[in-house]
């Protein structure tokens, strides 16, 4: 399936938390084919996004750093942002209270892990970052000369994920062997 879509992509989301699962190769490929990343700051999206630019990906969210200081320290209530943003509330709601034509049971163990045990994904505290991200996202891909060369810019400095460079890090630094 990835042969099919992979190459028709314009845009890659790599969305998880920053600290709680990194991002693994498939961002990777995207670039290689011209996909525009739009991701948090973990894994091989930092390798990316130093490989391209700031300005040929999009980033928002907590970095792995926040997360992690306010899983140390706390600080972060997400029934506080739930009553707080429209949005989320909205968003929330909708997927409890049939607005998709589901049993509001199909979600509750959403609605739990988001408001009951705090989002420890910290979802709502990157809601309104991945809301300007889509529309920074958004705006670049109505001007296709700049979205041509921010898939060009992609293309071009993804050569340093190939498989052939992998192999000779690699070698170099694991293997400690030389050709």
Not at 87 to 103: K, L
Not at 143 to 152: F, L
Not at 153 to 165: K, L
Request: hydrophobic residues 35%.
């Amino acid at each position: 399936m990835a042969e099919r879509i992979i190459p028709c992509a314009d845009v890659s989301e790599q969305i998880s938390t920053a600290s709680k699962e990194a991002s693994g190769t498939g961002n990777m490929k995207f670039m290689m084919n011209g996909a525009i990343t739009i991701a948090t700051l973990d894994g091989a999206n930092i390798e990316i996004k130093e490989a391209v630019g700031e300005e040929n990906i999009i980033t928002f969210g907590l970095s792995a750093e926040e997360v992690m200081n306010y899983e140390r320290n706390g600080g972060y209530w997400s029934k506080e942002l739930y009553y707080k943003d429209r949005r989320i509330h909205t968003v929330v709601d909708q997927i409890t209270n049939g607005y998709f034509g589901m049993p509001s049971s199909e979600f509750k163990n959403i609605y739990n892990h988001l408001l009951e045990r705090n989002d420890e994904y910290f979802v709502f505290k990157d809601f309104d970052s991945y809301i300007k991200a889509q529309e920074k996202i958004d705006f670049f891909y109505r001007q296709k000369c700049k979205w041509t060369e921010m898939c060009a810019a992609n293309i071009a400095c993804s050569g340093m994920f190939s498989s052939d460079s992998t192999i000779f890090q690699y070698s170099k630094e694991i293997w400690n062997t030389s050709y």
